[in-house]
């Protein structure tokens, strides 16, 4: 699999308890799993969460530390990244997040922190074309989701795939090549019609 990494928003909207399990590990499913370091996957993807849900996470186990707005979890995904959760005031109105950070980079918790409230304060509601893409992966259930296999071009194997409706028949597309109306119909009728940001 291709790597990933800087830091995206990985899910629109505050996502439900049921939602945040299933995003702390979107790329269960994918090839080799366990086998190579997949940790670029991970790192930088964060996404809101209720105030509930972050409390429940601070309960959970005693925090690795606590910082300010911050704490980080005391399990870690691999060898140096783990959840790091705050509670950030933007536009006047505490609101709770989720990270994923590499603790073996310097002030990457304060960074993403610097990150998520740049980008939710952006002064027009829009989204960036990753960030669209990202929402569909991380709402679409497992059956409908995966990842390119023999069927595809060996160039494009492991990359991530969505099952497709339209004309009559389901197709499994590469997510990167979805068309904008296939886009436009995979998002929630409130995130269609938003502006499309260029990314920075």
């Avoid at 990202?134 to 060996?154: C, N, P, V």
């Amino acid at each position: 699999m291709s790597p990933v990494s800087p830091s995206r928003k990985i899910y629109q909207g505050v996502a439900d308890r049921r939602q945040m399990f299933r995003l702390f590990d979107r790329h269960a499913q994918r090839p080799d799993r366990w086998q190579i370091d997949d940790s670029a996957l991970f790192v930088g993807e964060w996404f809101e969460i209720a105030r509930a849900d972050h409390d429940c996470m601070l309960e959970i186990l005693p925090p690795l530390w606590m910082r300010g707005e911050m704490f980080a979890m005391r399990e870690f995904l691999t060898d140096s990244i783990t959840s790091i959760f705050y509670t950030l005031r933007i536009d006047g109105r505490i609101r709770y997040f989720h990270a994923y950070c590499d603790l073996n980079v310097a002030r990457s918790p304060v960074e993403m922190r610097d990150t998520i409230v740049e980008r939710e304060t952006w002064p027009v509601k829009a989204m960036t074309q990753e960030e669209r893409l990202e929402h569909i992966w991380s709402a679409t259930h497992d059956e409908y989701r995966g990842y390119a296999g023999e069927r595809f071009l060996a160039q494009h194997r492991g990359k991530r795939t969505v099952l497709v409706y339209g004309r009559g028949r389901t197709e499994l597309k590469l997510l990167d090549d979805l068309t904008d109306e296939e886009i436009a119909a995979k998002l929630p009728v409130h995130l269609r019609h938003l502006p499309v940001k260029a990314a920075a």
